[in-house]
Structure formats: structure tokens, C-alpha cells
């Protein structure tokens, strides 16, 4: 399991906020097929993970079922965080049977796609085993839960690039041209921005020493190929941290990782997800 220290949520405010959005869109006014149930009857469910996974996404799933029971109880048997195996039941609850019957479906939208994003994660990571490479998410990532996708990243064992566009500098072609150049770009960053992280994308060797020349942060290798990044490290010497991003899958990213970066961002591990198959089975109590 990663870092206990790294795994915290995002604040109450933002796990609110996320399903409040989901069952305003699944629930509206009301859910026309839990009224067929008695109003006070009592319900147990367990919750089976049906494959092999990392789980993460705890606080949302738990927020769900309490918004709609406050009394629910829910016994969690692991973490955010935890691998499990495929048949492993990973929770159960207890509650009023209208609130489980309602919930589950947000509740489980959020589990699944978090402990996806948390799975592919891990799979990254373990590819980077031993380089001392860490791996980075980026901000490809599901519209409205990016904070909750950084957390799954971070359950899986990734770290967390710039939350958005406000936290660090990250100057692109686009930005270079504008501003007429590598030199310019990075002057007008760090006077406009001191206190930020100022990275730079380059694609050549050329830019890459200018680069280092201006005093940046970070740089990004964009596309450049196995060799060349042997070439971009030996060319550093450790002077400045280098990230790799472009093509990068898990077929690729141990040969990257070899070449002696610091850092490897993949935009799949929140773009490309592939939702957890979980399973609530509800059973009414007598």
C-alpha cells in the first residue's frame, strides 16, 4: 500500500459537492422504483469485487448511502489504497432499504471508475519498479472529478503533476512562440509567477540546453525517442529534473524509465479507464 500520508481525500466540501452533481442527475426528484418498498424496511448488502484491483474511492461511496441513511453502518474490510482479488467481499452495510436501493448506483459509479483509475495506476508504477522513476497523472481527466481521480492516483502509487492551471507553470510550444522563445517565455514566468513551479516542454536537444540555460524547474521531453532521452540525461547531468510525456504505455514505459528520467507523466491512467466490475447484493432483513 502506498504512503499512508499521501492518501488523503480532498476536503468533505469537494466529496459533497461530487455527489450531490450525481444524484441530482440519477435521482432528480425522486426514485420512482424504491417507492415499491416499505418505507421502514431494513436492508444488508455486501459488496463483491469481481476482479483482481486496487481499491480507492471510499469517502465517495460511504457519502453516498449516508446522504440518503445518516444511520447506514458500513463495514469496510479494506482501505483506499488495498489490492484485492477477484470474489473478495470488500464491505458491507446495513440500512434503511429505500436509502441502499437508491444510492447504489451512484455509489458504485464512483468506487468503480476510482479504483479503475487506482488499478491502471498501480499497473504503471509496477512497470517502473526499481528505476527510481515517479509516475505522474496529468489533467486528462474526467470533467468534474479531477480531484477525485488525483486521489485514485495517488492510491495506486502515482504522484500527482499540477492540479490545474493555476498551481504550476507548464510552458509549451504554444506559449513559446507567443512569447518569442524559450528565454523570453521562462522571464516573463518568473516575474509574473515566482512562487511557482515553472516547467518547459522542449523537443529538441537545442531546446533542451537553452532550457536548462534559463533556469527552469522542470523540463518535459515531448516525443522524443529512447536514445534521445539517453542523450537529454547525460546532456542534464542532474542539474535540472526531466519528465518524460508522449506515447507512453505500459509496453513503453519501462524502456523510458531506463534511460534515467525522473519523472513519467501518462495521461491513460485517468483518460483511458476501464471501470472496476463490483457487485452490491442487498438482502432485506427480517
Excluded at 29 to 53: F, K, M, N, S, V
Excluded at 110 to 117: D, N, P, Y
Excluded at 258 to 276: C, E, M, Y
Aim: include cysteine; hydrophobic fraction near 50%.
Amino acid at each position: 500500500m502506498p504512503d499512508a500520508l499521501s492518501l488523503d481525500p480532498p476536503e468533505a466540501r469537494v466529496i459533497d459537492a461530487d455527489v450531490e452533481r450525481a444524484f441530482a442527475e440519477d435521482l432528480g426528484h425522486g426514485d420512482a422504483t424504491a417507492d415499491l418498498l416499505p418505507i421502514d424496511a431494513i436492508a444488508t448488502a455486501a459488496l463483491t469485487c469481481r476482479e483482481d484491483a486496487v481499491i480507492a474511492g471510499i469517502p465517495w461511496f460511504d457519502a453516498c448511502f449516508r446522504k440518503l441513511d445518516a444511520d447506514v453502518a458500513i463495514d469496510w474490510h479494506v482501505r483506499d489504497g488495498d489490492r484485492v482479488t477477484a470474489g473478495s467481499v470488500i464491505c458491507r452495510l446495513r440500512g434503511r432499504a429505500r436509502a441502499l436501493v437508491s444510492a447504489e448506483r451512484s455509489a458504485l459509479n464512483f468506487l468503480q471508475l476510482l479504483s479503475g483509475t487506482a488499478t491502471a495506476t498501480a499497473a504503471y508504477v509496477a512497470a517502473v519498479a526499481g528505476t527510481g522513476v515517479r509516475v505522474l497523472d496529468t489533467r486528462k481527466t474526467v470533467p468534474g472529478l479531477r480531484l477525485a481521480q488525483k486521489y485514485a492516483v495517488r492510491c495506486g502509487g502515482g504522484h500527482n503533476h499540477r492540479i490545474g492551471l493555476f498551481d504550476a507553470i507548464l510552458i509549451k510550444e504554444n506559449h513559446i512562440a507567443a512569447a518569442g522563445g524559450i528565454e523570453s517565455a521562462v522571464a516573463a514566468a518568473r516575474q509574473l509567477h515566482p512562487g511557482l513551479l515553472l516547467e518547459i516542454e522542449v523537443e529538441t536537444l537545442d531546446e533542451l540546453r537553452r532550457a536548462i540555460d534559463a533556469g527552469v524547474d522542470r523540463i518535459m521531453l515531448d516525443n522524443f525517442t529512447p536514445a534521445m532521452m539517453a542523450d537529454a540525461v547525460a546532456c542534464t547531468a542532474g542539474r535540472v529534473p526531466l519528465e518524460i510525456s508522449g506515447n507512453v504505455d505500459l509496453e513503453t514505459i519501462g524502456v523510458y524509465a531506463r534511460t534515467g528520467v525522473d519523472f513519467i507523466s501518462v495521461g491513460a491512467l485517468t483518460k483511458h479507464v476501464r471501470a472496476v466490475d463490483l457487485s452490491l447484493r442487498l438482502q432485506l432483513s427480517p
